[in-house]
């Protein structure tokens, strides 16, 4: 499962970025573009820098978004 507060940052981007289960222990959290190329990863629970990095590659949040959880 991905960092819950990595879940929480993506969520308002949920209409375009899916996060996704897995069983590694490293990185915490991982920002695949469409084309396979890492765009952002962290191995640390804090989410540092993913929101800006969303923004970049998917555009603004959406307005609604699916439930974290």
């Known amino acids: 499962m991905p960092s819950p507060s990595v879940a929480r ?3 308002p981007w949920s ?6 289960p897995d069983a590694s222990a490293t ?3 991982l920002l695949l ?6 765009a952002w990863a962290t191995d640390v ?5 993913l929101a800006p990095v969303l923004h970049d590659w ?3 949040p959406s307005p609604e978004h699916a439930p974290v959880g």
């Open 9 to 11: 940052v993506a969520a």
């Open 15 to 20: 209409t375009r970025v899916t996060t996704v």
């Open 27 to 29: 990185p915490t959290g």
């Open 33 to 38: 573009r469409p084309d396979g190329v890492v």
């Open 45 to 49: 629970p804090d989410p540092v820098g």
């Open 58 to 60: 998917a555009g603004a």
